[in-house]
C-alpha cells in the first residue's frame, strides 16, 4: 500500500526528491515518517509529517537539509533532499502511522502501522 520510488544515484552536494505513493486508502489523521538503513547500520528516524496539518518534524542529522511534505489530493508524500552527504547513502523507507501519535511523528519506530518496500539513494563523493 506504500510505493516508495525517486532514489538513485547522486554527487555529493546534490538534490534529490523521492515519494511515497500510497494506494487504497486514505491518509486523514495519519502520521507519515521517513526512515533509512545504510549498510551495517541500524534503522534511522529521518523525519514525520502530520498528513492533516503538513506539519514536519525531522532528525538532527537532516535537519537544515531535508524537507519532508505531503499532496493530499494525489495521496504521496515527498522526501525533497538537498546537500546530500555520502553518509545520506541508504536505503530510505517511508512509513504510516495510522493513530497519529506523537511519538510516532517524533521517530517511535514500532508505532507505525504499514512500510513501504524502500528506495535506494546512493551518494558519490
Known amino acids: 500500500q506504500l510505493q516508495a520510488s525517486g532514489g538513485g544515484l547522486v554527487q555529493a552536494g546534490g538534490s534529490l526528491r523521492v515519494s511515497c505513493a500510497a494506494s487504497?486508502?486514505?491518509?486523514?489523521?495519519?502520521?507519515m515518517g521517513w526512515f533509512r538503513r545504510a549498510p551495517g547500520k541500524e534503522r534511522e528516524f529521518v523525519g514525520g509529517?502530520?498528513?492533516?496539518?503538513?506539519?514536519?518534524y525531522y532528525s538532527d542529522s537532516v535537519k537544515g537539509r531535508f524537507t519532508i511534505s505531503r499532496d493530499s489530493a494525489r495521496n504521496v508524500m515527498y522526501l525533497q533532499m538537498s546537500s546530500l552527504k555520502p553518509d545520506d547513502t541508504a536505503v530510505y523507507y517511508c512509513?504510516?502511522?495510522?493513530?497519529?501519535?506523537?511519538?510516532?511523528?517524533?521517530?517511535?519506530?514500532?508505532?507505525?502501522?504499514?512500510w513501504g518496500q524502500g528506495t535506494q539513494v546512493t551518494v558519490s563523493s
Open positions: 509529517i502530520t498528513w492533516n496539518t503538513g506539519l514536519a
Open positions: 487504497g486508502r486514505t491518509f486523514s489523521g495519519y502520521v
Open positions: 512509513a504510516a502511522d495510522s493513530g497519529g501519535y506523537s511519538s510516532t511523528f517524533r521517530g517511535r519506530a514500532a508505532g507505525y502501522d504499514y
